[in-house]
């Protein structure tokens, strides 16, 4: 149980092209989802949190203009990359918590890797 | 914030050595302590976590240890085997929500 799964799993796009990642928990409900970075031989840096139904909470640094995070489902959360830029290359990373489950734990997806040319 | 810092950055070890990840974090109220494996390419992994109650968690050759005085815990994996050749990740909660992450550690097992 507790699976989560993203899609695509790697994507290349062009500058100024906006690009969107999808995130799922394809077992169980959740209602905190989070978003992560991960640049090459670095750790995970929590990018923002997104709750059911309302707007995301972006950690300081991250421009929410650029990064837009839509969780419409229990099940679904979303990550659009807005006028993608090389620097914007990385890997995203998506965890959730479920709805009834224990505190803290979270369960994360498989990553995306973002090539922007 | 919570603030996570981890130690070694790199660790080399021979199959069948012992292997110890330290971590220490800021937060007194922090509650829950995961650990993550992550292999090149793919998202982490949770591979054990404890909670404040107990000091110690064990599971096959990995275990936990924590020291809520000191606010360090640590990742302790006996009987190494070249599949346990990954980066691993301690974290702590920030504010009752997201995971704080460390640097993290590059664990090689030479066979």
């Known amino acids: 149980g507790a699976v989560v799964s993203q899609h695509p799993s790697w994507v290349i796009c062009k500058s100024g092209t906006s690009v969107k990642i999808e995130c799922r928990s394809l077992d169980f409900q959740a209602t905190t989802m989070f978003w992560y970075r991960q640049f090459p031989k670095q750790s995970l840096m929590l990018m923002a949190t997104?709750?059911?139904?309302?707007?995301?909470?972006?950690e300081q640094g991250v421009e929410k203009d650029k990064f837009l995070i839509n969780h419409a489902s229990l099940t679904l959360s979303t990550l659009t990359v807005t006028s993608a830029h090389p620097e914007d290359s990385s890997f995203y990373i998506c965890s959730a918590r479920g709805e009834d489950g224990v505190p803290y734990e979270q369960y994360f997806g498989p990553g995306t890797r973002l090539t922007v040319t | 914030g919570e603030n996570v810092e981890q130690h070694p950055s790199t660790l080399s070890v021979q199959e069948g050595d012992s292997a110890v990840i330290k971590c220490t974090y800021s937060d007194s109220a922090s509650n829950y302590f995961p650990w993550y494996k992550q292999e090149l390419g793919k998202g982490p992994q949770l591979i054990i976590d404890?909670?404040?109650?107990?000091g110690e968690k064990k599971d096959q050759r990995i275990a936990v240890t924590l020291n809520k005085t000191a606010k360090h815990f640590s990742l302790h994996i006996t009987e190494t085997q070249p599949e346990d050749s990954a980066v691993y990740f301690c974290?702590?909660?920030?504010?009752?929500?997201?995971?704080?992450f460390g640097k993290g550690t590059t664990l090689s097992v030479s066979s």
């Open positions: 974290a702590a909660p920030q504010a009752g929500t997201a995971l704080i």
């Open positions: 997104s709750n059911e139904g309302s707007k995301a909470t972006y």
């Open positions: 404890i909670r404040s109650n107990v």
